[in-house]
């Protein structure tokens, strides 16, 4: 539950989040509306008093009507203060649909002040916070959409920071300020929102009260509150008929009765008219809404007299919504609390999207610790013990970790099984004589969200360990005040279990980078020989061999695209290449073609010929040069200091053969830019003479793996990248496994028939079904997601059949339309669900 929750609240904050920024922003602009529009307008929407009488209501309207008539504007209505140099607010009458026009008027004189400078921009910023500048009725639903979001963020929210201590309100309303970069960034984000949940509460419920009208007639009822629909009254023909009436009798019929007001909204009469309608607020109001309204003839007799305090208390709840939402309810302290909830949203939306993107930084970097650990993982047998290192990690940085223990370990020959706790049940623990559990610390002390199963597993467990010895390394933050909690309570409960702790808990704070040599010294106190175990440099340097360069051939002469290159790499004489399993990884170490080194070499006035000595060893200039970044300019005595210029990036490609064929194939195309070639496509295609040899390196690449049961495969890809599903193809023609299925795709088949005699021999065999896909050769172009969405039966019956989806080749275009593709054939939770099962497997670049 609380990893689909935390699932919940990532996704609504990654989309609706983003959204409620621009409404929290724009709320907050509109919070103090008023005041910030008296400051851009002095002169006009308050006048200096000057000791000056105000004018009566009916009399400023006659002023205001004889200065109107002229400009052919009618009066809609007039609104007056009591407040003394507060200008009257006049709303003129405007055509169906249009928004009316305002301006304000001196109190004293009746003169037409104008419009408000600015009124324009909060306009817009209202249409924007409401509807999100959409038509009205679409942008009210997805704002109702929105602030149902928030509720659900607020909530999940709630339940993901939910401390040990939930009694405590320091737990609750506090942050260590002490804390640095992500640690304190989620103090501030999880505090601030914790604060603000009063407000967000009142925004949200009253912003979903007016988007949907199912709500709002629910709320109405339940206040005894029945809106009737109001038919629309036609604008009176001619204003100046109002002259007619006498509106002074009126005035002072409702100054007799109304009491002390602040405000008075009155609208002229139809000709002929026999009363007038007020509504006004008085001075002691609760809020800006809790409006009277009275009735008077003409002849100053009161027809109605409606007050708000008479009003039920359901009806007079509803009047105050609009006064809650903008924070006037509770005057200027309420509207501050309002505008800093409103400026909340952007500043949580800001730190989520920064922490989802660091812990997408976090993964990649994890992804890339990965493909570093070569060869497979052993099974913990009887005779042959292996150790096991689990890690329980929230941010990607305990699994890095124990991604670079387990490579140290097994660069010095020892048997690892690495594996998450979040996929281990405690009763596995007795089959290991040896483990090292590397775990982070995730809230209050808690164990990180994939691992809270296995936590409970391990605190109700009653199977003995006395046969584990064990070490702990537990990473956290000294600033909380549980540190490394889930390090201690693993470490204490695996000795109340019976297991034998090799060393003390070895707790490491975040911020100590230096520490995590502290725990591989620590190691050694096991008995194993780990001498190598804190030279993180060392995997960068493993694992290189050299091969022989044997034939490349052109796959697609004629084509329109880029060409594309069979490479054929095979073993140096007497010697053997590594074993490999389907689906691993090719990095090569690309050179300069001779071209580009005379060049330069030309261009510093050197001579490649001549020899140099690079760590003791002697070689000529060219060589050293070759596999070397070369600098725009060589600065001056820099000539001999060729070797302390960096190598160049290795590249990888995807290898297209299996261990069996004894040659490591690859497909590649070759790239060109304004420079010439690509540097490896460049140097594997045409500039290495066949016969040289090529530093390689083998990665593993377990998540590509190939299923070798008796089920249904398929393999979608475009291009190169049929190099990867080849190696497995192989693999399964190999095994006589059939049930496959191949959608591949290029550009024309009469020139991009890519490996056709191979497949077509498979086909034959009743092994393989191939659906090729020519996007130049169809109207409009056609791609292998077109394929898939035109067998969309047959891939849910593939699926429901236990299968395996497997693609390869570029991750933008290809990869993101066969994502999708699938998205929408199966729907988001199965792809979800395949991809965590293994049985969706990727190897896009």
């Not at 942008?139 to 149902?148: A, D, F, K, Q, T």
């Not at 360069?549 to 004629?558: D, Y």
């Not at 060409?563 to 090569?588: D, K, Q, T």
Request: contains cysteine; charged residues 20%.
């Amino acid at each position: 539950m609380h990893r689909i929750t935390f699932y919940l609240h990532w996704l609504l904050g990654l989309i609706a989040g983003t959204l409620l920024m621009v409404i929290g922003a724009s709320g907050a602009v509109l919070t103090f509306e008023d005041q910030i529009l008296d400051l851009l307008n002095p002169g006009v929407r308050v006048v200096a008093p000057a000791g000056r009488v105000s004018l009566s209501p009916p009399a400023l309207l006659e002023k205001l009507q004889q200065n109107l008539q002229g400009n052919g504007k009618a009066i809609g209505n007039l609104m007056v203060y009591a407040e003394p140099g507060r200008s009257a607010r006049v709303m003129l009458q405007a055509a169906r649909g249009a928004r009316p026009e305002v301006v304000y008027a001196d109190p004293y004189s009746g003169a037409v002040l104008g419009s408000a400078a600015g009124q324009g921009f909060f306009d817009w910023t209202e249409r924007l916070h409401r509807f999100l500048l959409l038509p009205r009725e679409a942008g009210r639903i997805v704002g109702g959409i929105l602030s149902s979001s928030l509720l659900l963020l607020l909530f999940s929210g709630i339940y993901l920071r939910w401390p040990g201590r939930a009694t405590s309100l320091r737990e609750w309303l506090s942050f260590n300020p002490r804390l640095r970069g992500r640690p304190l960034l989620w103090s501030v984000h999880a505090v601030v929102a914790t604060w603000v949940i009063p407000v967000w509460l009142i925004l949200a419920g009253t912003g979903i009260y007016w988007a949907f009208d199912g709500v709002r007639s629910v709320v109405d009822g339940l206040a005894g509150v029945q809106r009737q629909m109001r038919p629309r009254q036609p604008p009176p023909e001619k204003q100046q008929a109002a002259e007619e009436v006498d509106l002074r009798a009126a005035w002072e019929g409702f100054a007799a009765q109304a009491g002390a007001w602040s405000n008075v909204r009155l609208s002229p009469p139809r000709p002929a008219a026999k009363s007038v309608e007020f509504a006004w607020v008085a001075q002691d109001a609760p809020h800006e809404r809790a409006l009277n309204r009275m009735r008077v003839g003409v002849d100053g007799s009161v027809q109605k007299d409606e007050r708000f305090a008479t009003q039920s208390a359901g009806r007079r709840a509803l009047a105050a919504i609009y006064p809650l939402h903008m924070g006037r309810y509770f005057g200027l302290p309420g509207q501050l609390l309002v505008l800093l909830a409103a400026l909340a949203l952007p500043l949580l939306g800001g730190t989520g999207w920064w922490l989802y993107l660091q812990r997408r930084r976090q993964a990649s970097q994890t992804q890339r610790e990965k493909l570093a650990l070569v060869g497979d993982q052993p099974e913990p047998d009887a005779e042959a013990p292996a150790l096991l290192i689990a890690y329980a990690s929230q941010t990607g940085r305990a699994e890095g970790l124990a991604l670079r223990t387990a490579r140290s370990l097994q660069q010095a020959g020892h048997r690892i099984v690495l594996r998450s706790l979040a996929q281990m049940s405690p009763l596995e623990l007795a089959g290991y004589p040896q483990a090292l559990f590397v775990v982070s610390t995730y809230g209050d002390g808690q164990a990180p969200d994939a691992a809270r199963g296995f936590a409970r597993a391990l605190g109700s467990a009653g199977q003995r360990l006395d046969r584990l010895s064990y070490a702990v390394l537990a990473l956290g933050n000294r600033q909380y005040p549980n540190f490394c909690g889930f390090g201690r309570f693993l470490h204490e409960r695996l000795q109340q279990l019976g297991a034998v702790p090799q060393a003390g808990l070895h707790t490491v704070c975040e911020s100590q980078t230096d520490a995590y040599r502290e725990w591989f010294d620590s190691l050694q106190r096991l008995g194993v020989d780990i001498d190598t175990v804190d030279q993180e440099a060392a995997p960068e340097d493993a694992g290189w061999i050299s091969c022989v360069l044997g034939n490349r051939e052109l796959l697609n002469p004629g084509s329109q695209g880029a060409p594309l290159y069979g490479v054929s790499l095979h073993a140096r004489e007497g010697e053997a290449l590594p074993h490999w399993a389907p689906g691993a990884l090719l990095e090569v170490r690309p050179r300069h073609s001779l071209e580009v080194v005379q060049a330069w070499a030309e261009k510093h006035g050197l001579d490649v010929a001549q020899q140099v000595e690079i760590d003791g060893r002697r070689d000529t200039l060219l060589n050293v040069l070759a596999c070397r970044k070369l600098p725009d300019l060589l600065e001056a005595g820099a000539s001999m200091q060729f070797g302390q210029l960096p190598f160049l990036a290795p590249r990888r490609y995807s290898v297209a053969s299996i261990a069996e064929d004894a040659s490591l194939q690859l497909i590649v195309r070759q790239y060109l830019h304004a420079g010439g070639l690509g540097l490896a496509s460049g140097w594997l295609t045409e500039h290495c003479p066949v016969g040289d040899e090529i530093p390689v390196r083998l990665l593993a690449n377990p998540s590509f793996g190939v299923s070798t049961a008796a089920l249904p495969c398929l393999f979608v890809g475009a291009g190169s990248g049929l190099a990867g599903l080849r190696g497995l193809l192989r693999e399964r023609i190999r095994l006589g496994l059939g049930q496959n299925w191949l959608v591949l795709g290029e550009r024309n088949a009469q020139y991009d028939m890519l490996c056709a005699a191979e497949l077509d021999a498979y086909c034959e065999a009743g092994l393989l079904e191939v659906n090729r896909v020519f996007s130049r050769d169809a109207t409009p172009p056609a791609y292998v997601q077109d394929s898939l969405r035109e067998h969309a039966e047959k891939l849910r019956q593939l699926v429901a059949a236990g299968g395996f989806i497997h693609v390869c080749g570029s991750r933008h275009g290809m990869g993101e339309g066969v994502d999708e593709a699938l998205r929408e054939i199966l729907g988001y939770a199965c792809v979800d669900e395949l991809a965590a099962n293994g049985r969706y497997r990727r190897d896009v670049y």
